[in-house]
């Protein structure tokens, strides 16, 4: 399993571990990703995903999982979650217009 997010697609970042000496190591930043149940309102289910707490953030901050992904370009998101918004869009489209 990639430590990946997906959602945001954010990954390992590399860098150096500074010593009091300024001696450098090479080193890896992970991110910060938890599995987590996010609820969908157009599919009317909850979807199972590896996200960074910064997308968790976002997707609280947006107003759920289905205003984040239709609000998000295409080029940014993930080939899962851009599966996701498919059948989001998909589902909102056989909905009747109210």
């Known amino acids: 399993m990639a430590r990946r ?3 945001t697609g ?3 970042q590399t860098g150096n571990n500074v010593s009091h000496a300024h001696n450098k190591t090479r080193r ?11 609820f ?3 599919l009317g289910q909850t979807v199972r995903l ?5 997308a968790l953030r976002t997707i609280e901050h947006k107003g ?5 992904l239709l609000d998000a370009r295409d080029d ?3 080939p899962e979650a ?3 918004k498919r059948r989001i869009r998909k589902a909102l489209a056989k909905r009747p217009a109210a």
């Not at 890896?28 to 996010?38: A, D, E, G, I, K």
């Not at 590896?50 to 910064?54: D, G, L, N, Q, V």
């Open 5 to 7: 997010c997906g959602l």
């Open 64 to 68: 759920g999982l289905d205003a984040y």
């Open 28 to 38: 890896r930043f992970l991110p910060n990703l938890q599995v987590t149940s996010v």
């Open 76 to 78: 940014v998101l993930a």
């Open 40 to 42: 969908s309102e157009a």
């Open 10 to 12: 954010k990954g390992v």
């Open 50 to 54: 590896r996200i960074s707490a910064h």
């Open 82 to 84: 851009r599966r996701i």
